[in-house]
């Protein structure tokens, strides 16, 4: 009889993590620039006397630890290594403006006497990715600023007017009761019921998103809504040549951190370590499969 | 300034003009609605530039409250 093929794990194709309770997967990663699993073993000996050598050897940790190098970020990775569950949404045909609201002092948004709220009228098509700041300039006028040029162009071209990123070339008069659109951006905002009366300096904010099939909105780092669940994953390797594919199951993972690179000229890659457990009700670590079908 | 011949013509409520009447039944000249500082209205399609000391009878009533509050009459 001839000698076997020799098993070999080439490449790396998925990591799928999953749900320990239910079992089910949160996602799948495919983006991948690599996933080991390291096994580093402790061996403690006993030394003593005048021997250079061990009078014996026994084994002590084992660290099971499960690096990830991912190049993709879908939403469930801000669930399982950064301890909170995004917002995901579906399309917005028109966009979307948040919600304002007052930064410093009381006035800018106010039911009566301010804005009291922004709006995607006008053109849709003009809205642009960031974040606004509202600054009253007078009583009844105000300035905008916009966080980022980087969308600056979509739709009809916006332009910053000053080093403090104001995109308005003049304030903007409210009218009680009317709408004042932001010329260019695709929003307008809507005036308070009564008389107008700001005051000067104060701020407020709102977030917009330009039409968009789908976008995410996630807060990190809550004091009191940050769970990062222990979950379950299985580590697919390449298929081969020769078919033969290499799998782990690792039964119960926990994994805190995410970096997210913004390098000049590459695409971000978060690198996961992870700690691989005891799962008591499968009395394992992690499990390996291997095949090599014909 | 205005110069009209017809007091009656001068009442217009939302300007709340005052008259002031040099010779009674003759020549009135109306003073009021006068811009008593720099301002610039910005709203939507209505640009208007306003410098202390011009005439503000041409102003849209709607932006009267606005120039109200702004003490600029």
Known sequence: ?294 | MLKKKNKAEYIEPFFEATFEVSEPYTTTVISGMIAKKDFIICHNEYFKTIKAGDDLSDIPEMYLQNLKIEQVY
Request: include cysteine.
């Open chain 1, 1 to 294: 009889m001839a000698l076997s093929q020799p098993r070999a794990i080439f490449g790396v194709h998925s990591v799928s993590p999953y749900n320990r309770t239910t079992g089910e997967f949160y996602g799948i990663l495919k983006v991948l620039g690599g996933s080991s699993l390291a096994l580093s073993g402790e061996l403690i000996e006993l030394m003593g006397g005048s021997s250079k050598y061990s009078w014996a050897v026994e084994d002590g940790r084992i660290d099971a630890e499960l690096s990830l190098k991912v190049r993709e970020y879908p939403d469930f990775v801000f669930e399982l290594f950064l301890g909170k569950s995004p917002t995901a949404n579906t399309a917005e045909a028109s966009g979307s403006a948040g919600a304002i609201a007052n930064k410093k002092g009381a006035s800018c948004v106010h039911a009566t006497t301010g804005i009291t709220s922004v709006l995607t009228t006008g053109t849709a098509a003009d809205l642009k990715f960031g974040k606004y700041v509202v600054k009253v300039a007078s009583a009844t006028t105000l300035d905008v600023f916009f966080s980022s040029d980087a969308d600056m162009a979509r739709g009809t071209n916006g332009e910053y007017q000053s080093d403090l990123l104001k995109i308005n070339a003049t304030a903007l008069t409210i009218t009680s009761g009317g709408t004042t659109a932001i010329p260019s951006f695709g929003l307008s905002f809507n005036g308070g019921s009564g008389a107008i009366g700001m005051t000067t300096a104060d701020t407020a904010t709102f977030e917009v998103r330009p039409i968009s099939s789908k976008s995410m909105t996630v807060s990190i780092g809550s004091s009191f809504d940050s769970t990062f669940p222990e979950f379950g994953a299985i580590i697919m390797s390449q298929k081969r040549g020769n078919q033969e594919m290499f799998e782990i199951d690792a039964l119960r993972v926990k994994a805190v951190g995410l970096p997210l690179g913004f390098e000049e000229n590459s695409f971000s890659e978060a690198e996961i370590k992870a700690k691989c457990f005891y799962d008591s009700t499968q009395d394992a670590v992690f499990k390996i499969r291997t095949v090599s079908p014909t």
